[in-house]
């Protein structure tokens, strides 16, 4: 009877399995690299014990690794970038794609640059696991001891084996985030589109002037919040230096301006902009060097508004005009 119970008993390597394929099942399920160091660090109170684990991730668009890892005090995973963790023991075993143990006495010898951060504090065993495949490296994860115990051949063949399916997590988690967001650029593409509609289809349904500006006006203040639309219209042959300008002035609690009146375009920036074809954004308070003749402009800086920007209008070579929006924030346009 006791035989029979002892065959029954599963061994170590039995226990390893079943947490590596029950631990995995999590961790290709997660969507946050914070959720992913969580669940690494459950693993110290199952199988193999470590006080620590640092995920060291690369980004390649700024050749920048950043480190994730619990923090005490907080209670919370930080993120922090460092140029020396490349300096680090995580940073050699991405760079050489094969694993690293290191003691105190390595980390004083080869990694004293970062011995003394936090991450690698009171370090007296690392196991440091490159994560790649598919000849993708992505950066390393790093399971520390610091109660003065070693990792055994066991423990680190089976760390070995989680950190195959850690690299596989980080990469899923990566897409996710690339897929968000390009999810977000086709929605901010999309809101833009609708507004070209909308304005496009005000504009092929007015005739008038004074009514196409207004509505134009309406719809940009509608979607952008704009505080001053002007809408000024190329003169025809025998007004070729004039300009006809509507403009609307949105103020918080009162009524809606408009105003229209014909401009001589000879010294103003509508004038510069239609000769240059390019836009234009200018603060209102340097309008006395860039356009002193600018009687327009001057008013809109006694009016309260700040920044301007006028985009040239044309279609093909022949130009219609230019549009100019103003606010009362000199930022806005940034």
């Known amino acids: ?139 390393c994860v790093e399971f520390i001891k610091t109660d003065n115990s070693q990792f055994d051949e066991q423990a680190i063949t089976f760390l070995g084996l989680l950190a195959e399916v850690v690299a596989i997590a980080v990469d899923n988690i990566t897409e996710i985030n690339r897929a968000f967001s390009e999810r977000e650029r086709l929605r901010f593409e999309r809101d833009h589109f609708r507004i070209l509609v909308d304005v496009t289809n005000t504009v092929i349904s007015k005739l008038e002037l004074d009514v196409l500006a207004a509505e134009v006006s309406k719809e940009i203040h509608r979607f952008f919040n704009i505080d001053y639309i002007s809408l000024a219209i190329c003169g025809t042959h025998n007004d070729k230096n004039k300009l006809n300008v509507f403009s609307t002035r949105y103020q918080s609690g009162k009524a809606v301006q408009h105003q229209q009146a014909w401009v001589d375009m000879t010294g103003t920036l509508a004038g510069q902009v239609l000769h240059s074809r390019e836009l234009l954004l200018v603060n209102l308070a340097d309008i006395a060097l860039l356009a002193p003749d600018d009687k327009q402009l001057a008013s809109m800086l006694d009016a309260g508004l700040q920044a301007v920007c006028l985009l040239p209008l044309f279609f093909g070579h022949k130009m219609l005009g230019v549009l100019k929006l103003a606010q009362c924030q000199s930022d806005i346009f940034h």
């Open 1 to 139: 009877m006791d035989s029979a119970k002892k065959l029954l008993r599963p061994t170590l390597a039995q226990v390893w399995q079943d947490t590596l394929f029950t631990v995995s099942k999590k961790l290709l399920l997660l969507r946050d690299i914070t959720d992913l160091v969580n669940e690494l660090r459950k693993l110290s109170f199952s199988v193999v014990r470590f006080q620590r684990v640092n995920l060291l991730l690369l980004n390649p668009l700024y050749n920048q690794m950043t480190l994730y890892t619990h923090d005490d005090v907080s209670d919370t995973v930080v993120a922090s970038q460092n140029i020396l963790f490349a300096e680090g023991p995580g940073g050699l075993a991405w760079q050489q794609q094969r694993p690293l143990q290191t003691d105190s006495r390595r980390m004083q010898r080869e990694f004293s640059a970062v011995g003394d951060l936090a991450p690698y504090q009171k370090l007296h065993a690392g196991c440091h696991f490159p994560l790649g495949h598919n000849n993708h490296w992505s950066g």
